[in-house]
């Protein structure tokens, strides 16, 4: 049975042949749990926006990339998902131990470009530039419309 996952991505590298292995997010159990009053549908968005707090510490590694967070949506199978997170990691944590083609990606997740000032700014350590980049919404696009993501 699939698995969910939601990857940190930078725009300027996709579409890619394939995506990760590295640090994702799932609904996990341990989500589940800290999160009871929520649904299936809940669970998913934290762990979309626990992958856009990464996004956001992929780009300080990416200086070059467009300052807009991205998160790939992708279906793997549950044998490629290690679910083993630390005390000090988000609860949504798990490594993607392999990685999977382009085509188990679903969706693509994007800040508006709005929004790049305050991922710039949140970047450079402005709290306040955080809190609005928690209030925003990633702007959802199916993969067939990468090419057409404005950036």
């Known amino acids: 049975m699939p698995v969910r996952v939601y990857l940190p991505a930078v725009l300027d590298q996709l579409p890619r042949e394939q995506v990760g292995p590295g640090r994702a997010h799932?609904?996990?159990p341990e989500l589940r749990s800290g999160l009871p009053g929520e649904d299936d549908e809940g669970w998913e968005y934290a762990a979309l926006l626990a992958a856009a707090?990464?996004?956001?510490?992929l780009l300080r590694r990416?200086?070059?990339?467009?300052?807009?967070?991205?998160?790939?949506?992708?279906?793997?199978?549950?044998?490629?998902?290690?679910?083993?997170?630390?005390?000090?990691e988000p609860a949504s944590a798990v490594d993607l131990v392999a990685g999977v083609p382009w085509e188990a990606v679903v969706s693509v997740h994007v800040d508006e470009p709005a929004a790049a000032q305050d991922v710039v700014d949140a970047l450079a350590g402005d709290?306040?530039?955080?809190?609005?980049?928690?209030?925003?919404?990633?702007?959802?696009?199916?993969?067939?419309?990468?090419?057409?993501?404005?950036?």
């Open 26 to 28: 799932a609904v996990t």
């Open 53 to 57: 707090d990464d996004a956001l510490a």
């Open 62 to 88: 990416h200086p070059g990339s467009p300052r807009l967070r991205v998160v790939l949506a992708a279906d793997v199978p549950e044998g490629l998902v290690d679910g083993g997170t630390g005390p000090d």
């Open 127 to 151: 709290r306040a530039a955080d809190d609005r980049l928690v209030e925003r919404e990633l702007l959802w696009y199916d993969v067939t419309e990468v090419g057409r993501i404005p950036w």
